[in-house]
Every structure is written in C-alpha cells, then in structure tokens.
Nanobody, 126 residues
Framework: QSRIVESGGGSVHAGGSLRLSCAAS????????IGWFRQVPGKEREGVSC????????SYANSMKGRITISRENGRNLVYLQMDSLKPEDTAVYYC???????????????????WGQGIQVTVSS
C-alpha cells in the first residue's frame, strides 16, 4: 500500500514557524511531483505548494507566497514545507500528496494527485 505520512504540525502563535515533513512508507517519493494542500472545515481544499520530482520547479499559492518554502531530499524520501510568519488564517489541516507518475509538472489544483496522507493539523493563534 502506498502510504504517505505528514509530521511537524502543531500550534504556534501568529508570526511563528513550522516545518512540515512528508514521508513515504515502503515506496519512494523520488519520482513523483509532490503537492501540499490545506483544508478548513466547510471550505474547498486549497493547493499551497508543489515541487516537481527533481526539485527544480516549485509553485506557491498567492495566499502564502513569500512565507513558505518547499524542498525535497530525494534519496531520503522526504519533502518539506517550511512555513514562516504564520497567520491565524493559515489554520487548517495540511495534506501531502503525490501526483500520478504520468504527470511531470507541478500543479496547485487537485488534478492527478493519486496518493494522499491523512493530514496534519496546523493551528495559528492570534
């Protein structure tokens, strides 16, 4: 079973930082475009950031651009989302997802993302 696990979430005050990690169990993320998404209850899932399999191309949502950095360590099977200057409106469940191998490009929409983690809570208090 292709399993993805997120870690690094938690509660911070506004202006704080968190680094989310995305790891795969029993398979490698190295060949996949990886996206980070977030969702607030009652709202649509939002694409936050993505990175292609080489790490050369990244994309960021306007709502978080300048405050987040996505990176990956191929070989260690890890993808990170560094989040700084967090705001209360960043509070959400954050998901890591791997895009199907047929897709080589980064996309912030939920199109072709085949494998998903269970999500991790990020709470930012004012």
């Amino acid at each position: 079973q292709s399993r993805i696990v997120e870690s690094g979430g938690g509660s911070v005050h506004a202006g704080g930082s968190l680094r989310l990690s995305c790891a795969a169990s029993g398979w490698t993320l190295d060949y996949y475009v990886i996206g980070w998404f977030r969702q607030v209850p009652g709202k649509e899932r939002e694409g936050v950031s993505c990175i292609d399999n080489s790490g050369a191309r990244t994309s960021y949502a306007n709502s978080m651009k300048g405050r987040i950095t996505i990176s990956r360590e191929n070989g260690r099977n890890l993808v990170y989302l560094q989040m700084d200057s967090l705001k209360p409106e960043d509070t959400a469940v954050y998901y890591c997802a791997a895009r199907s191998k047929e897709y080589r490009t980064c996309l912030l929409a939920d199109v072709g993302y085949e494998f998903w983690g269970q999500g991790i809570q990020v709470t930012v208090s004012s």
